[in-house]
């Protein structure tokens, strides 16, 4: 971080150390990036119904740029980038360079010309003023050490009346798929409960308190914010695939889970899987209930 960059801290969170965050999180994707593009496949046929939302939302033109922040393997960039060709294009970008690996290999197998790929983090954006028509952020803005300060950079490269669509969890209490393995390593002192300081820090679900999404965007100067729900269910063929995908997707599971002696390993596996069997189907398919918030604006 140089002199220049702002450093704004999270608001309403006495004692978290936003600088911190950033430096575990940028570590936290460097090293997911392979496991994340393992589930390629996987993750975007799932996340299909949110990507096709937000690119509805900003309606992309032949001609126009679009960024995405946050964009992992850079699924919903690339809808864009085949609507706004010949003339338009697209920047995927990512604080993590080793996800934007997994994007660029993506972009040459789909044969796009028109995509170009940028290490940016989303709180100071480095483009200029009003130089995109549209910014896509999908399952991005929640983590951030401050969510405000990126929507805000949000706004400041978009054109006036530009648009903005973005993607963020709903309440925990929604996604049993990440509820249930939080409660398994809660329930043996592998991660710390919940408590009223730290649901407001950086995470999956910090802005899916009813009125929060809305709040923010608001508060960032955006206008027109409009908020739905999107039933999203993970579907696995049977435990096991789901055992895999979580450890590959989520970073804190895996690294606390394999960190355990290897009876505890196969303890906290049974007991997550006696966990799950009510979304288990007689076949062993499991189908487990999730729910996004989606949301648009004008800048």
Wanted: negative net charge.
């Amino acid at each position: 971080m140089n002199a220049q960059e702002p450093q704004p801290a999270a608001s309403g969170v006495d004692g978290f150390d936003a600088n911190a965050h950033r430096a575990a999180s940028l570590d936290n994707w460097e090293e997911a990036a392979s496991g994340w593009a393992r589930r390629q496949e996987m993750l975007r046929e799932f996340a299909a119904p949110v990507s096709h939302w937000m690119i509805q939302a900003i309606s992309p033109q032949p001609g126009q740029r679009v960024l995405e922040l946050a964009a992992g393997m850079g699924e919903t960039g690339m809808l864009a980038a085949e609507l706004v060709a010949p003339h338009g294009g697209v920047i995927v970008s990512d604080q993590a360079e080793a996800m934007l690996e997994g994007a660029r290999a993506r972009a040459v197998q789909l044969g796009l010309s028109n995509v170009e790929f940028q290490v940016l983090n989303a709180e100071w954006i480095d483009l200029p003023v009003a130089s995109v028509d549209a910014v896509l952020c999908r399952w991005g803005y929640m983590l951030m050490a401050d969510p405000v300060a990126a929507l805000r950079e949000t706004r400041r490269v978009l054109v006036s009346g530009g648009r903005l669509a973005l993607a963020a969890w709903d309440e925990i209490a929604h996604n049993p798929w990440a509820l249930l393995p939080g409660q398994e390593l809660i329930e043996r002192g592998l991660a710390g409960a919940p408590n009223a300081s730290t649901r407001e820090l950086p995470g999956p679900f910090a802005l899916g308190k009813p009125g929060m999404l809305a709040e923010a965007i608001e508060q960032a100067g955006f206008g027109d914010v409009e908020i739905h729900a999107i039933e999203l269910p993970r579907r696995h063929t049977d435990f096991q695939e789901m055992w895999d995908t979580t450890l590959d997707l989520s970073r804190a599971f895996h690294d606390t889970v394999l960190s355990r002696p290897e009876r505890e390993i196969e303890q906290i596996k049974a007991s997550l899987a006696q966990r799950f069997a009510p979304y288990t189907s007689p076949d062993g398919a499991l189908e487990i209930p999730g729910r996004t918030l989606v949301a648009s604006a004008s800048a």
